[in-house]
């Protein structure tokens, strides 16, 4: 594997870290909804699915 793809899949990965450690998620943390179902499910789901496309999409770039 290429150099820059390792780092940008270390990228994705720092950046989830970032995202659901404990200060920022509190954000998410109340009555809040949407489409339903608490902003913090939303939140985290949805991160973790952009989170799959991003890598997939640099995979994809390395197997090519």
């Given amino acids: 594997m290429k150099k ?5 899949l270390v990228m994705v990965a720092i950046i989830l870290f970032f ?3 404990v200060p920022f998620v509190t954000i ?6 949407l489409f339903g179902f608490p902003a913090f499910y939303v939140f985290i789901f949805l991160s ?3 989170s799959i496309a991003v890598a ?9």
């Fill in 4 to 8: 820059r793809h390792q780092q940008k």
């Fill in 56 to 64: 997939y999409y640099i995979l994809k770039k390395f197997y090519e």
């Fill in 48 to 50: 973790w699915f952009i």
């Fill in 19 to 21: 995202l659901w450690n």
């Fill in 28 to 33: 998410f943390d109340g009555d809040f909804h």
